[in-house]
């Protein structure tokens, strides 16, 4: 059997590396790729098993590429590649029923072992992301575990500096409802404004910052 896949990266080494691990695995993959900038409706005409997209989009947070993706591909099990490891990052996708999660040291092998996983219903992890995810668990104090998939993906948005309005038209709601969300964001995590929400943010990685040798 044939199994759809459709690969979204902007990066071409990341997308001849995938195709390549492809080709050498004994899975059926049918693969569609996308590259750079692309319309989302395109996506509505494929019917993957497994999407596989790459967290290094600059036209796109992660977080809203994936609230798209799951609009459009309802049944796909996603897989996230990262680039810069954080804990806070890694387990709000999760949040958002990610289902695998891999780094830029994966290879290809193990890639192709953690999309079985995932074809199986199972949940994959690459062994740097399962030890980042373990180190921000142990930082109890976390205050983002306490919102909810939607608000951690207005937070995103909030902290890139997009405005209201755009978030709502991001998110295909109203203004109001983004203010409402982020009043209850606000509310939770005892600030009260978007500076604050960011500096926050910052603090417990769900930015990423630059470490002495890495991003982390």
């Not at 195709?19 to 319309?39: H, M, Y």
């Not at 809203?64 to 996603?78: E, G, N, S, T």
């Not at 668990?137 to 993906?153: G, H, K, M, N, V």
């Not at 978007?194 to 769900?206: E, F, N, P, W």
Request: hydrophobic letters at 40%.
């Amino acid at each position: 059997m044939t199994i759809p896949v459709t690969l979204i990266s902007p990066q071409t080494f990341f997308i001849d590396a995938c195709l390549g691990a492809f080709e050498r695995s004994e899975l059926q993959l049918r693969c569609r790729v996308f590259q750079q900038r692309f319309d989302l409706s395109e996506l509505g005409e494929e019917r993957p098993r497994i999407v596989i997209f790459d967290a290094a989009t600059d036209w796109m947070s992660p977080l809203v590429l994936l609230d798209r993706l799951k609009k459009l591909q309802p049944d796909a099990r996603m897989i996230c590649y990262l680039h810069q490891l954080s804990g806070g990052r890694a387990q709000s996708l999760l949040n958002l029923n990610v289902r695998g999660l891999c780094d830029r040291r994966i290879s290809a092998t193990d890639l192709v072992a953690g999309m079985k996983r995932v074809l199986r219903g199972e949940t994959f992890l690459s062994p740097r992301v399962a030890q980042s995810l373990a180190l921000g668990q142990l930082r109890r104090d976390d205050p983002f575990y306490a919102l909810s998939a939607r608000e951690l993906t207005v937070c995103d948005l909030v902290t890139s500096g997009i405005k209201a309005p755009e978030i709502a038209s991001t998110l295909d709601v109203s203004p109001k409802t983004i203010n409402t969300y982020r009043y209850r964001i606000f509310e939770k995590l005892g600030i009260d404004s978007d500076v604050q929400l960011t500096h926050l943010a910052y603090r417990h990685g769900r930015k990423a910052l630059e470490s002495e040798h890495e991003r982390i």
